[in-house]
């Protein structure tokens, strides 16, 4: 008996949560129901159905990682990571010349989004060589994420060989209970390549361990803190932020692309009066309430909540904001509504606020110091969820204004990424590896809309042209864009 029959049987005299829940009729198709996917929300059985589902997901994912090897023998946990860890540093040296190209490139690209390491921190201990286990470990991870640029180094390796031996080493430091900020950086790093290869399990296992030891280490503390105090101590309160805040955002975005919803988040919602990370050659304190219009703002006038000045907080400040704000739009999408007029209203509230943040992130002419495809891929994201859900919801209450609303909305955001992909190819080179890895699976998602409600004019094939090559760029590199 194969696997999905084992599963059908399970589920087949149940009907999955989400149906149930809202006494629906469920197909109890696997591993999706017929309702479930139309609603682009994740189908989840309960009880032993749920067990089931999970089981198959582990073994069905044939290119996931396998288990980490945990060493035996007399030597203590640093001194088998240290060994092993230099004799792979050694090669990898010696087949580059150096290992400075892949800080550098890491640095360059992926730190830009998420910076998580104090660059100058790290390049002192890179220089003095004093490569501890956990320093190792964390190296070895930046040469790893380095992997997805295309500027990478060749003769580095086979990232599938080293993200083996990776797991392998950071799990025997895990087990003998050795905790620090190095692991949890290199935790992130490693989170942050899975997620790209569509390792989603593995993703959301990673990005749980970096917040179990972050927790461990009082991370969540700095977020209440704006300077170093007795209660906090420790140099690098800014990195422990930004750490912190990693963990929040990754945990999310990951999130949005696991299809099993049994489990809850380990780490807490970002809160409104949680503080910022700092803007670079800025000491100004921002909260994350600051210059954000939220839902409950809507009434207040559409016209002057699009009269907005280009944001103060950064790339990684906009980017937490984009998180809370997205964050909102799943809990609308998760939730029950006690009509389809309510439902209808609260969803324009968050697309107001949504639309509200876009004029934020575009600096003023001759003003562009920074990319911010970061934030705003993330607000693309949930305006592609809440649209979809609102059309879903709309056909199946028989509302045929709602339904024509939600596919302009669609249809909009479409067209807004082919814009930007193309004005950016135009006006000025596109720089591929300064985007934020969640960014580029807008074009995923505007791609299907395009294809599916795409008005076919004399714009739609060029227009699936750009996004077509857009997403062949990524393809060998970012597994989960190569669709």
């Not at 002192?124 to 956990?134: G, P, V």
């Amino acid at each position: 008996m194969s696997l999905y029959s084992k599963l059908e049987a399970l589920s087949g005299s149940t009907a999955c949560d989400r149906c149930k829940k809202h006494k629906k009729g469920c197909d109890k198709s696997l591993p999706s129901c017929s309702r479930c996917s139309k609603f682009s929300v994740k189908c989840l059985y309960s009880s032993k159905a749920g067990t089931a589902r999970l089981v198959l997901e582990r073994q069905t994912q044939s290119h996931c990682v396998s288990a980490p090897t945990i060493f035996w023998g007399s030597l203590r946990a640093d001194d088998q990571v240290a060994n092993k860890t230099s004799r792979l540093l050694d090669t990898i040296s010696r087949r580059t010349g150096h290992i400075d190209a892949f800080c550098d490139i890491y640095f360059s690209t992926f730190h830009v989004s998420l910076p998580i390491i104090n660059e100058d921190d790290f390049y002192s201990q890179l220089r003095r060589r004093a490569f501890t286990s956990h320093f190792s470990v964390l190296l070895l991870s930046i040469i790893l994420i380095a992997h997805l640029s295309s500027k990478t180094v060749v003769g580095g390796g086979k990232p599938e060989e080293l993200l083996r031996t990776l797991k392998s080493v950071y799990s025997v430091l895990q087990s003998a209970g050795k905790v620090s900020l190095e692991l949890v950086q290199a935790g992130l790093l490693i989170a942050s390549y899975e997620h790209c290869q569509a390792l989603s399990q593995d993703a959301w296992l990673s990005i749980g361990s970096c917040a179990r030891m972050g927790n461990i280490l009082s991370l969540h503390q700095a977020l209440r803190y704006t300077k170093q105090t007795e209660e906090l101590p420790c140099a690098g309160l800014e990195t422990r932020k930004c750490v912190w805040w990693a963990i929040i955002v990754l945990e999310r975005v990951i999130a949005t692309e696991y299809k099993y919803d049994g489990l809850h988040f380990a780490s807490p919602a970002p809160a409104l009066d949680d503080i910022l990370p700092k803007f670079p050659h800025s000491n100004e304190i921002y909260y994350v309430s600051d210059d954000l219009v939220l839902p409950d703002m809507a009434d207040e006038g559409e016209h002057a909540l699009f009269e907005r000045e280009f944001t103060k907080m950064g790339r990684f400040g906009s980017t937490i904001q984009a998180t809370y704000v997205s964050s909102l739009v799943s809990i609308h999408v998760t939730s029950s509504h006690e009509s389809n007029v309510s439902r209808e209203a609260e969803a324009r509230k968050l697309d107001i606020a949504l639309q509200s943040f876009f004029p934020t992130l575009i600096p003023p002419p001759g003003k562009a110091v920074d990319l911010y495809c970061g934030p705003f891929g993330l607000l693309i994201n949930a305006a592609f969820a809440l649209h979809t859900y609102e059309l879903a919801s709309a056909e199946e209450a028989g509302r045929p204004g709602a339904v024509s609303r939600a596919i302009l909305s669609l249809q909009s955001l479409s067209r807004l990424v082919i814009y930007a992909i193309q004005s950016s190819a135009i006006e000025a080179p596109f720089d591929y590896d300064a985007v934020a890895f969640w960014a580029h699976s807008i074009c995923v998602r505007a791609a299907l809309v395009h294809i599916k409600y795409g008005i076919h004019d004399d714009e739609w094939e060029p227009g699936l042209q750009v996004l077509k090559a857009y997403l062949r760029s990524f393809e060998p590199r970012y597994k989960i864009y190569g669709m």
